[in-house]
T-cell receptor, first 113, second 115 residues
Framework: DAKTTQPNSMESNEEEPVHLPCNHS???????IHWYRQLPSQGPEYVIH???SNVNNRMASLAIAEDRKSSTLILHRATLRDAAVYYC??????????????FGTGTRLKVLA | DAGVTQSPTHLIKTRGQQVTLRCSPK?????VSWYQQALGQGPQFIFQ???????QRGNFPDRFSGHQFPNYSSELNVNALLLGDSALYLC???FGQGAMGTEAFFGQGTRLTVV
């Protein structure tokens, strides 16, 4: 199965940028990279996704390495509401054409006031 | 738009019993996936339903089964419950079976406790 590796936890000060790294060395050319976050007592929430080039949206930016074996989620100004577990997910296409999300253990982000 | 709704929110069952969890996908979505999340762990993929058929399955025993209805809603059934089945069960909906480039929406989950 596709595997991602993330640090177990990270800390950031409020209003500062946060860079959350992820390694996905088994990725192949057509596999997307998705990031989700999970706040306490809630289901995962979509953050951003990409394939090859860097991506920006209102929540975050995603920087994808040239060899696509790693990526970094960037929160430009962390707030207390960003404290969550962040999951990097690499989504392989199966022979039947379906796909499934393989979650790792994620990175628990703590934001300090 | 109510998003993905799951019921019930909490459930307590006795070992050996059977349980059915329900999920209504986000409006416009036709694909439903189910996940099991043990405490402190990431969600684990159980299976995915599209066009009322199971399309993909994770590493879960046959005690776990599901169904998708014509209105795209879905049920997860677990037979012969074990203590180890205690977890948060998450439903996720999306559009298109092979749409890797689109986001999935998750429900709040059903917390199942087996005693």
């Amino acid at each position: 199965d596709a595997k991602t590796t993330q640090p177990n936890s990270m800390e950031s000060n409020e209003e500062e940028p946060v860079h959350l790294p992820c390694n996905h060395s088994t990725i192949s050319g057509t596999d997307y990279i998705h990031w989700y976050r999970q706040l306490p007592s809630q289901g995962p929430e979509y953050v951003i996704h990409g394939l090859t080039s860097n991506v920006n949206n209102r929540m975050a930016s995603l920087a994808i390495a040239e060899d696509r074996k790693s990526s970094t989620l960037i929160l430009h100004r962390a707030t207390l509401r960003d404290a969550a577990v962040y999951y990097c997910i690499h989504i392989p296409r199966t022979p039947s054409g379906t796909y499934k999300y393989i979650f790792g253990t994620g990175t628990r982000l703590k934001v300090l006031a | 738009d109510a998003g993905v709704t799951q019921s019930p929110t909490h459930l307590i069952k006795t070992r050996g019993q059977q349980v059915t969890l329900r999920c209504s996908p986000k409006s416009g979505h036709d694909t439903v996936s189910w996940y099991q999340q043990a405490l402190g762990q990431g969600p684990q993929f159980i299976f995915q339903y599209y066009e009322e058929e199971e399309r993909q399955r994770g590493n879960f025993p046959d005690r776990f089964s599901g169904h998708q209805f014509p209105n795209y809603s879905s049920e997860l059934n677990v037979n012969a419950l074990l203590l180890g089945d205690s977890a948060l069960y998450l439903c996720a909906s999306s559009f298109g079976q092979g749409a890797m480039g689109t986001e999935a929406f998750f429900g709040q989950g059903t917390r199942l406790t087996v005693v």
